[in-house]
């Protein structure tokens, strides 16, 4: 059954940013701190399906005291970024596989889901109609956050029957302005992130909410980031904050790279995949399997594990220095960033900025 096209209503900003204004921003952009003048919209309501589809002005919501989201939490999310390219071009890192993902996370939380060309659409509409919000250098690029939420108003406890989709952009700048540095890690043990069963594969607002109190846990212990282990025996390595751990075993061209398992409670991220794919492609064995804490320690303390790396859309490679839990600290390597850690973050980044051959069809023209 072919999906009826939605069409877009295109309701371009009369008061967009000055030039200079914006330049101004894009000289300094952090990250998620400051927007593009547009936003898109679509509708679902029940029994009419999705709808309204608009390009508009940037702008504040109005909410009802008894809308759903509020209550019950039915919010998913996705993020992605696009690159502007050596010809001008913009280019976004593997959309449709946000597209699929948001669509599951939808199904998890009963939600509608909205078809992949729409998603792509929404994007390349945005990008084109803010193209000059894209910075040009180095690895900055515009941060791309779909999201959907309830928008029904009503207490009764069951899934809404109406909903909002929203694009919005931000332009990011380095993750890192200092350059890549180490993160320490705590190992929580008295809370996890989410259980066999529950929504830890999807991209929910709820599963970041819950997260938070952990995390500040970490600070406390003098961490920079939490690690999430398993919910049941709270033994097995999961993945760190929002992102994805890999490990690597041994070093030079005879060095493994090994990822925890997708079990159903971890994000499966798509830097994630992308490097499975990518350190293939460099001529290092990969593994996916499950990893306890003893595995961690021990390694790192005999150097069967030389280096240790989350990954995911914002910070694209994240070397981990430190790790601490209730039974002691160790530390990973010489603490500093290792050098496959590096090889991979700078080979994926020159995929997604144009500087390296595309060989998988990765990266999709919005602009």
Partial sequence: MTTPRIDFDLKPSSQPLPAAEREAVLADPGFGRHFTDHMITIKWTEGRGWHDAQLQPYATLQLDPANMTLHYAQS?????????????????????????????????????????????????????????????????????????????????????????????????????????????????????????????????????????????????????????????????????????????????????????????????????????TLAADLGYETEETRLTVDDWRDGNEDGTITEVFACGTAAVITPVGQAKSTSGAWKVGDGQPGEITMQLREALLAVQTGHAEDRHGWMRTLA
Avoid: H
């Fill in 76 to 276: 998913i999310f996705e993020g992605l970024k696009a690159y502007r390219q050596p010809d001008g071009s913009v280019s976004a890192f593997r959309p449709e596989e946000n597209a699929r993902r948001f669509q599951r996370s939808g199904r998890r939380l009963a939600m509608p889901a909205l078809p992949e060309e729409t998603f792509i659409e929404a994007c390349e509409l945005l990008v084109r109609q803010d193209k000059e919000w894209v910075p040009g250098t180095g690895e900055e690029s515009l941060y791309l956050r779909p999201f959907m939420f309830a928008t029904e108003v009503g207490l009764g406890v069951r899934p809404a029957n109406e909903y909002l989709f929203m694009l919005i952009a931000s332009p990011a700048g380095s993750y890192f302005p200092g350059g890549v540095q180490p993160v320490s890690v705590w190992l929580s043990e008295e809370y996890v992130r989410a259980a066999p069963g529950g929504t830890g594969e999807a991209k929910c607002a709820g599963n970041y909410a819950a997260s938070l109190v952990a995390q500040a846990q970490a600070a406390e212990q003098g961490c920079d980031q939490v690690v999430w282990l398993d919910a049941i025996e709270r033994r097995f390595i999961e993945e760190m904050g929002g992102m994805n751990l890999y490990f690597v075993r041994g070093s030079g061209a005879d060095a493994k790279i090994v990822t925890p398992s997708l079990t159903g409670t971890l994000l499966p991220g798509i830097t994630r995949d992308s490097l499975l």
